[in-house]
């Protein structure tokens, strides 16, 4: 009988040995891209464990798990939370413990109403940072001086000074509804938006953009990129035909339309093109577009002559 046993026991470490090989047990890692964000904003995380895990283990803090190698969390309470992660394979597992590693906070609030120039705007936070929730309708650099509006295609198309204009020319059904359309120019001055905010960079935008579950490879692509950002983005109605927007960050984004550099009207009801003040090329400029039967986030570059929408950050 004890030779038995003994047969027993070298069977299976011989078993454990013919599964583990020279593999070790695997060293736990992940990473997360952000570990400030709002109450109901989704986040990725991933698994950087070495020594090739086959089962993988989540705990995020809040009495949620996840099995999932690289799942995506949604966190619905504020707070500071706890990552415990644990890495399985043949040969064992290992957990690495990050306390206090997300902290969430509650979405919305604002720091105003922002008074500029004459006119209240409503603001949002949406994970670190403040944006305008409406588009600028300012007629005057925050140093007062006035912006120049023409409504003149041709002289439009031979801009390569700031300029605004009314979505058709049309500041009576147009300016509170989508706001001004302004060239690249203006943009340039760095005088569009109040002391304190500023029109984003390409980096802002992708911050925005990661903040509401878009990846990083993701953000640094062109056309259209992402998951359900621009959902998340997009007002619930005010679209034409169909209206895919929850409006869930609170960015409160409208079809305002955009103008060419050649000076033709275009889009609105069913686009939002906005300008970056980061320049690509020599007569463009990255820009953001919200598209009504896209999920995603367009990105790509624009003529600077064309006339967008812009929305401030704050500093």
Known sequence: MKGTVSILVL???SLFICTCGDKDEPVANFTVYKTEIVKGE???FFDLSTNTPSSWQWDFGDNTTSSQQNPMKTYNSSGTFTIMFTATNT??????TVKNLMTVTDQGGGTGPLNYNWYNYDTVRISTQWWFAENLQTTCYNDGTAIPQVADNTAWGGLTTGAFCWYFNDATKNKNLFGALYNWYA???GKLCPAGWHVPTDADWKILEMALGMTKD??????DRGTDQGTKMKTTSGWNDYCNGTNSSGFSGLPGGYRDGRGSFNGAGTNCHLWSSTERQTFSAWYRSLGYGRFGVYRQEGNKKAGFSVRCVRD
């Open 218 to 223: 993701e953000a640094d692509g062109i056309f």
């Open 42 to 44: 989704s986040i990725q």
């Open 91 to 96: 040969c064992g597992s290992n957990t690495i």
């Open 187 to 189: 943009v340039n001055t």
């Open 11 to 13: 069977v299976a470490l």
